[in-house]
């Protein structure tokens, strides 16, 4: 969301309304279903850093970063409105953030006994490369090519190819090299490159202080100056895998969007692409069959607007009358099943 929004900032609705993330979110998760085809989709989210039970464990953990915008602030009811559109489950954790809600999700669909699962994790955090394993594979947003919107890292070759180390090994070089991003201190003065070297010369950071004496100058003085910190902050980089976390691949399929309700949203952004695709594979949905018996408030509104039909009134008519119902959406639904002579009842 934050790329989305620095990227499209000046982008607002006829009513100037931001709508830069969230023009941007729904492209990346257009990009995710084109690309992927899941059966399974889940949104995973954060909480609020002062409920986060790792900031208990360090006074800088992401302590340094700035209040997100307030353009952005305002579109996340937006954003969550897209995810509930789509469907898509969304799920936190009382303490725990994202990525080890992501982790768990991973790990349970990894492991799932009825089926055999391949999982992709979206996201633009590097350090879940820990993830990837055979099963669990990884598509780093933003960092795709020509062939794909995103970068497939899925063996431990692609992640020493990434990261210079394999995905067991990089809470251990998180822990020499930190990650600014999460004020994780890691051990000053050891970069990714001196990382990447003592993690593969001594495994990981029991290797290395058990074999401290074999490294010399100011390099062995930085690590016993911050002893502590490199475990501290292999700890805090290190994902959570085993959360106590409700999985019911039921509740987590990914099929069919609420069209009408994404139409409405989409309308209310002028988001007109995205309108226009939906309208299209609305269309598609219902002539492969799967329309739906009309309840009887739905049947009443069909014969209003039938009758209405038949004195040859426009379509944005209907809109601007709104028959004086409470549910456009539901006009707009029916009115759709009669553009397409779609009836269960005539």
Known sequence: MYRSHFALMGMRNSNGMSTGATFGFINTLESVIREFRPDYLVACLDVKRDELERAGELETYKAHRESMPEELVMQI?????????YRIPKYKKAGQEADDVIATFATKFSNDEDEQIEVFVITGDKDLAQLVDGKINIALLGKGDKNSAFKHIKTDEDVVEYLGVTPDKIPDLFGLMGDKSDGIPGVAGIGPKNGVKLITTYGNLEGIYENIDEIKGKQKEK???DKENAFISRELATVK????IEYDKKKLKFEEKDFDSLLELYEELDFKRFSKAVEEEKERFLQNGNQKELTEEEKLVLEKIKKLLKKNWKKRDLKEKKLKSRNWSMI???????????????
Request: glycine share 4%.
């Open 223 to 225: 690590l016993l100056t």
């Open 77 to 85: 009811d937006t954003i969550m409105k897209v995810l509930d559109g």
């Open 332 to 346: 707009r639904k029916i009115r759709f099943l009669m553009e397409f002579h779609i009836f269960m009842s005539m």
């Open 241 to 244: 895998r085993e959360l106590d």
